[in-house]
C-alpha cells in the first residue's frame, strides 16, 4: 500500500522508495540536465530496508515512485534467538517474532525497549532503545 507517488526529480537522500517491490532508502543520487532532445534522468544508489542488497536505478525524471507507508513503533524485547526477537509490541501488547541484524543482535537482550518499523506488513528493529 502506498502512501502517495513522488517522481524521480522529487527523490532525496534518505527517501523510502519501493524498487522492484522492496522498501529501499535512498542513499545518493544524480539527476542529469535535460539535453537538446531528451529528458532529464535520475541516478540513485538504494540499499533495501529488510536485505540490505544495494539497488541502482536509472530512470527518466518523469518516471514515478511509490513511497511506502512506514510506522515506526516501540516494542519490548521478549526473547533473543539465532536471528530473531520475539518482541511485545508496548501499545497493543501483542508478541511476534521478528529478523534481527547481526550489529543490533549484539546490544539486545531481554526487557530492552527498541524501535521497530513495519513496512507492508514486514518489520524490521530499527534501533535499541535507552
Request: include cysteine; glycine fraction near 6%; proline fraction near 2%.
Amino acid at each position: 500500500m502506498a502512501l502517495k507517488l513522488i517522481t524521480a526529480t522529487e527523490i532525496r537522500n534518505g527517501t523510502c522508495i519501493m524498487i522492484d517491490g522492496q522498501p529501499c532508502i535512498v542513499r545518493s543520487y544524480d539527476i542529469s540536465k535535460t539535453g537538446k532532445h531528451g529528458a532529464s534522468k535520475l541516478r540513485a544508489d538504494a540499499i533495501g530496508v529488510f536485505d540490505g542488497k544495494k539497488r541502482v536505478v536509472v530512470v527518466p525524471g518523469h518516471e514515478r515512485f511509490e513511497i511506502p507507508m512506514i510506522k515506526k513503533l516501540k516494542a519490548q524485547v521478549m526473547s533473543v534467538s539465532e536471528d530473531k526477537a520475539n518482541i511485545m509490541d508496548l501499545e497493543s501488547f501483542e508478541t511476534f517474532d521478528v529478523l534481527v541484524d547481526a550489529e543490533i543482535k549484539a546490544d539486545l537482550k531481554e526487557n530492552d525497549n527498541v524501535e521497530y518499523w513495519d513496512i507492508e506488513e514486514s518489520n524490521k528493529i530499527i534501533k535499541r532503545r535507552i
